[in-house]
């Protein structure tokens, strides 16, 4: 006998941060709307849990539409202004997350672990009467008759509304594996060339492998043909693979996409970026003339790691054990050039497998920016990283994720087709 398949008002596809708030805003907004949120993991949020270093930074003190990539900037603002920040805050703190800020604006749960945010939204779509099904992940979504028809390996739904909140490409293990998009573009979409954000990078060559732990607060700069200079200041962690840390996550999506169109670009560092190069030759030329039989590498390494002068001058064929008094012009010239102007022969990044973000996606021009709803299909909404958005680090993807759950929350609620049920 065939089983008819369950039905719900609304079925949110995806169970990350973006399908758990989506699901909780509307139960707040809709206590009438039966919800079910379908997810192929056996347990929900595993990119909530890993994020932050496992301490998930939930958002930032100050969030702009500058902050993001992709899409139009003027549709991202529209999104955060009807769900900010602040009221990111005062979200967290109704369910008893209570965040505080830290370097950079960053705001972390009280409890530094993921774990309380995640088991937050949990509790609180359960409390809701929302329905969470794990190892349901969905294969297909049709529409027929004004009703879309859901399915996956273990059953069949019915829905009147879809939520796509699948998210990208990015850590795959935690079951973002891109098929979002797929679905998608079955209902109607075009989908954006996809490419890793906030990736580590991977470099040509053996300079970095004896750097490998060494953190150094740098300024790199994205010189890209035809382009004005991109420049990006903050901390750069040498790998035994190549290049990681915020700086370094921040670039890569710009890199991506200048690969990506096959355009010459060049990656150049600074390891003394609060210096001008003749600062730092006139720094040199005073030392020599205060001592010298001073020595070259201690001079260095009281402003950079010694492992890392080290390095550099073996580079350089200059001797540890060099004085001022023998360090010759033209050597000079190269060390300083060595240290501002640095050329970093970047060959690819990590991949989704290691990174934080998707780059490309859904094209926002696609979606109604008050609803989120889909403009390629009707009573079809999207939000988080399966659109073409993607933020620098620093809680900005999931201040994305919220606040998009919640316009689309806001446009599920008061669309007509669910408004006849008041």
Known sequence: MKIAPETYDVAIIGGGAAGLMAAIQLAHLRGDLSIAVL?????????????GGGRCNVTNKAVTAKDFNGG??????????????SKTVEFFESLGVPLHEEQHGKLFPDSNKARSVLDALINEADTHGVKIL???????INKDSGLFRVGTELSQFQARSV???????????????????????????????????LAPMLLDGHFHEAL??????????????????????????????????????????????????????????????????????????KAAEQNSKGSLRK??????????????????????EMTFSQFRKEQRKHLV?????????????????????????????????????????????????????????????????WSSASVAAAGIANHPIHMSRI
């Open 134 to 140: 794990t190892d349901h992940r969905v294969d297909h």
């Open 39 to 51: 997810d192929g993991a056996k347990r929900l949020g595993a990119k909530i849990l890993i994020s």
């Open 337 to 401: 050039y060595a240290l501002t102007e640095r050329r970093l022969p970047v060959t690819d990044s990590r991949g989704f497998r290691y990174a934080e973000a998707t780059a490309g996606g859904v094209p926002l021009g696609e979606v109604n920016p008050s609803t989120m709803e889909s403009r390629c299909c009707e009573n079809l909404f999207l939000s988080g990283e399966i659109l073409d958005i993607d933020g620098r680090l620093g809680g900005f993807n999931f201040q994305w994720a």
């Open 72 to 85: 139009s900037r003027n549709v991202v603002k529209r999104v955060l202004k009807a769900f900010s920040a």
């Open 163 to 197: 939520l796509l909140s699948t998210g990208g490409k990015s850590v795959p293990k935690t079951g973002s594996d891109g098929f979002g998009f797929e679905l998608a573009k079955s209902l109607g979409h075009s989908i954006l060339p996809t490419f890793p954000a």
């Open 299 to 320: 001079f260095l390494s009281q402003r950079l790691p010694g492992r890392f002068v080290d390095t550099l001058l073996a580079e350089l064929h200059i001797p540890k």
């Open 212 to 285: 490998s732990g060494i953190a150094q607060e740098v300024e790199v700069t994205l010189d890209v043909q035809n382009e004005k200079p991109k420049r990006f200041s903050g901390s750069m962690l040498w790998t035994h693979f190549g290049i990681s840390g915020p700086v370094v996550l921040d670039f890569s999506r710009h890199w991506h996409a200048a690969h990506n169109t096959g355009a010459t670009q060049s990656v150049i560092c600074n390891f003394l970026p609060d210096l001008q190069p003749q600062q730092i030759h006139e720094e040199i030329l």
